[in-house]
């Protein structure tokens, strides 16, 4: 584990350096406060609880599955994943892009879009949109120009392919970190990461765009469509598109 920490050290110790050495200190602002009005370290809760093994869903002994878990949290700490999303982030966006973003962000309706956001991702009501998803939608569609303009801002947003890097990313990571800390017990050597993760891919992607539909409905069934279309709109532009496509970036080189 000294050998572990010592790593994730000097691997963090570098992302900071890279990230000092590339942004000025006004865009280093810029990233701290887009990271935090955005909410994106709630991406690192999900990538904790997606990689964390629980002892009733795998037979492994439970100081291995314990020694895993910490490695999780270690390797993948606030710090460091803060770190490694604003190296990317700067070298996606502009100043320019970043201000817009924080307008954006910072206005009754990124702030009310944002809120219904972090509520949909709330562990603590998961339960309710699994309900909503399995019973209401299930039961009764919503009116086929509210699926279109979903089915658009899902597009614009890149959403599917967001949540397959997440969860691909963190299958992959899991399986690693779990060869790491039981190498005797792997007979084969195992595939590259990016072939692991192409192979994840696919096998996530199939049911993703079903999913995350729903999941969209769900998030934002309170939002009339006139706000859907302004959020639409935004998401359309050169700042929000690098914005996800760097967020996308960031995870990949993470795990």
């Not at 970190?177 to 017990?185: K, N």
């Not at 007979?187 to 992607?205: F, N, S, T």
Request: hydrophobic share 45%; charged share 25%.
């Amino acid at each position: 584990m000294d050998g572990k920490r010592l790593v994730v050290a000097c691997l963090f110790a570098s992302l900071l350096f890279v990230a000092n050495a590339q942004a000025s200190p006004a865009k280093h602002q810029l990233l701290d406060l887009l990271y935090d009005q955005a909410g994106l370290e709630r991406q690192l809760v999900w990538i904790h609880d997606s990689m964390t093994l629980q002892e009733q869903t795998y037979p492994i002994p439970e100081p291995v599955l314990d020694t895993v878990n910490q490695v999780v949290k270690i390797r993948y700490s606030p710090d460091f994943f803060r770190a490694s999303m604003k190296v990317t982030l700067d070298e996606a966006l502009s100043v320019g892009e970043l201000d817009r973003l924080i307008d954006w962000f910072g206005s009754p309706l990124g702030k009310e879009i944002l809120r219904l956001e972090a509520e949909a991702n709330d562990p603590v009501n998961q339960a309710q949109m699994e309900a909503y998803i399995r019973e209401k939608l299930s039961a009764e569609q919503p009116r086929n120009s509210r699926i279109t303009l979903i089915e658009a801002l899902m597009e614009a947003l890149d959403a599917v392919e967001l949540s397959t890097e997440l969860a691909a990313s963190a299958s992959v990571g899991a399986q690693r970190i779990l060869r790491e800390v039981m190498p005797a017990g792997a007979e084969q050597p195992m595939r590259p990461a990016q072939v692991l993760k192409a192979q994840e891919k696919l096998y996530i992607r199939k049911d993703m765009l079903e999913r995350m539909r729903n999941v969209f409905l769900y998030t934002y069934r309170t939002l009339p469509d006139s706000d859907l279309k302004r959020y639409l709109k935004f998401a359309r532009e050169r700042a929000m598109q690098n914005f996800q496509r760097g967020q996308i970036q960031a995870i990949s080189r993470m795990l």
